[in-house]
């Protein structure tokens, strides 16, 4: 807060209600900051869904594939490549990527859409290594005691192993996502209106750098918290389960 305060030039706190009103209420300057919000959310929401089907479907085929040399050989090897290329090469850069050359035409598709497709198979290489984890984490007695039930391989994954990988991952994905929303930052490179941008346009028209990037910020800061909350509870009442 001192920090801040030694940043902030005196005079802006007594011109703050001048320059809030310039920065949101004048011209609904504020409606940049709600659409680029629900970009930012909507593009979240897909490519957290993209990344743990892609994440869950990596880590399975890279997991079979450890405990069996034999199988899976051409999907282990395609996924290593992915893992490689992904996980080595900036999320922004991506993103460009996919927008000026695999979204070119003739596939003429929303850029919003291209940045979910991005940011989804970005998030998916780091949720595979995370699940592949936390399946290798689980006693290998697990697995014996599930055959030893009659089940077969397939069935003692899903029905044994993979519950429990996914309770123990389960802080890991949740910073992962957090980490997927602060990222999405960078759509702007694409002239996606997300939040960043929708701050930054009215910074442009104002020439107020604090007052609309503070805000958002702050919006950011309220969304992060709200998940980590929301992933506490959660936690909290899988280890509650553990507990009966």
């Known amino acids: 807060m001192d920090i801040l305060t030694a940043a902030l030039p005196l005079s802006y706190f007594s011109e703050f209600p001048q320059k809030f009103y310039d920065a949101f209420i004048l011209k609904n300057r504020y409606t940049n900051i709600v659409f680029g919000l629900g970009n930012t959310l909507m593009i979240t929401f897909f490519a957290v869904i993209i990344g743990i089907i892609l994440g869950t479907i990596v880590a399975l085929v890279k997991v079979?594939?450890?405990?069996?040399?034999?199988?899976?050989?051409?999907?282990?090897?395609?996924?290593?490549?992915?893992?490689?290329v992904i996980r080595g090469t900036p999320v922004v850069v991506q993103l460009m990527i996919m927008w000026?050359?695999?979204?070119?035409?003739?596939?003429?598709?929303?850029?919003?859409?291209?940045?979910?497709?991005?940011?989804?198979?970005?998030?998916?290489?780091?949720?595979?290594?995370?699940i592949r984890s936390g399946i290798?984490?689980?006693?290998?007695?697990?697995?014996?005691?599930?055959?030893?039930?009659?089940?077969?391989q397939r069935d003692t994954m899903v029905k044994i192993v993979f519950p429990q990988a996914l309770k123990n991952v389960l802080p890991a994905i949740g910073n992962e996502f957090i980490a997927l929303l602060k990222e999405t930052s960078v759509a702007g490179y694409i002239a996606i209106q997300d939040l960043t941008k929708g701050g930054d346009i009215i910074r442009s028209i104002t020439y107020d750098p604090y007052t609309s990037l503070l805000a958002v910020a702050g919006i950011y800061l309220l969304i992060v918290m709200g998940l980590t909350a929301l992933l506490g509870k959660l936690e909290r009442r899988l280890h509650r389960s553990d507990n009966r």
């Open 64 to 84: 079979t594939h450890n405990n069996d040399k034999s199988k899976l050989k051409f999907l282990n090897a395609v996924c290593s490549v992915y893992l490689t």
């Open 136 to 152: 290798q984490s689980v006693d290998k007695g697990q697995v014996e005691a599930g055959r030893s039930l009659g089940l077969n």
């Open 100 to 130: 000026y050359i695999v979204f070119q035409p003739p596939v003429n598709l929303d850029r919003v859409v291209a940045a979910i497709f991005a940011f989804g198979i970005n998030s998916g290489a780091y949720v595979a290594e995370v």
